[in-house]
């Protein structure tokens, strides 16, 4: 019951996917502990039955009803678990109903919260760590995971920095000094359904993210090559501050991560 209850009060106040989790958790939990209750109400046996009379007689089922019916242990006279069961099914029934809410189209909406990141102009590359990162940190083939210098979106705002020969690169014309010696910056987070796209296969140029095999070209600004991706990975222009330091010369190139908002 108290479970139900959580879920539903969780759902109302948009607690997390885990707190809901954890609610329905405990829920069953406590379902399966009163199914497991109420099998030690029933009557011990070994039972035996003579195979004879397929038919009980009719004294043998007068009896029987009234052993169902004791208030001593008799199954239809033990009214806890069975109002127990009823009150926590009903509750639970409750709580799956709340969802309704999300189909309604009336339930909290992002706006352009998942539009908009940290990235802006002259905003300094870190590393995990907080710490600045000058281009020639990177060597030919590294890949460093960075962030803008303060995260609004924590882990959605993560870029993959690659260091890579600039001859190889066909980026679309206006993005021709969006990289620093080689070194291009993509959204680790994939445009399929967010999951991070860290496999890095470098010889053929390729970012692959683990979740259902979309491929993307480094090389052509990160275009889908292969998977249910239907988005290229948005890039972030890179350039230097007066002091060597790896900067972002302007917001990612489009909203990180999968697009099922509105994006007009
Ligand atoms: S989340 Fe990346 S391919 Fe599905």
């Not at 990141?117 to 710490?131: L, R, S």
């Not at 803008?148 to 705002?157: C, F, H, S, V």
């Not at 620093?180 to 796209?197: E, M, Q």
């Not at 140029?205 to 988005?231: K, N, T």
């Amino acid at each position: 019951v108290l479970g139900g209850i959580a879920f539903g009060v969780g759902y109302v106040v948009d607690a997390s996917t885990q707190v809901l989790g954890i609610a329905l958790s405990v829920a069953f939990a406590g379902l399966t502990i009163g199914f497991a209750a109420w099998v030690a109400l029933l009557p011990e046996g070994p039972f035996v039955e003579e195979r004879e009379q397929m038919t009980s007689s009719a004294a043998d089922r007068a009896a029987l009803a009234d052993d169902l019916g004791q208030a001593d242990g008799g199954i239809v006279s033990a009214p806890l678990p069975r109002r127990m069961l009823t009150l926590a099914l009903t509750v639970l029934g409750l709580a799956a109903l709340l969802p309704v809410r999300s189909l309604l189209g009336t339930g909290l909406k992002p706006g352009r919260s998942q539009r908009e990141t940290n990235w802006a102009v002259d905003v300094p590359v870190v590393k995990e760590d907080g710490t600045f990162i000058r281009p020639d940190e990177l060597e030919l083939g590294a890949a460093v995971t960075v962030f803008p210098q303060d995260r609004k979106r924590g882990d959605d705002e993560a870029v993959l920095l690659l260091r890579v020969d600039p001859a190889h690169l066909q980026l679309p014309a206006q993005r021709a000094d969006w990289t620093v010696n080689g070194i291009i910056g993509y959204s680790k987070i994939c445009t399929h359904a967010g999951c991070p796209v860290g496999l890095y296969a470098q010889g053929a140029g390729e970012l692959l993210c683990p979740c259902h095999q979309s491929v993307f070209d480094i090389y052509r600004g990160a275009e889908p090559r292969y998977g249910p991706a239907a988005r290229p990975l948005p890039q972030l222009p890179l350039g230097t501050d007066d002091q060597g330091r790896l900067v972002a010369r302007g917001p990612l190139s489009g909203p990180p991560g999968p697009g099922w908002w509105r994006r007009s």
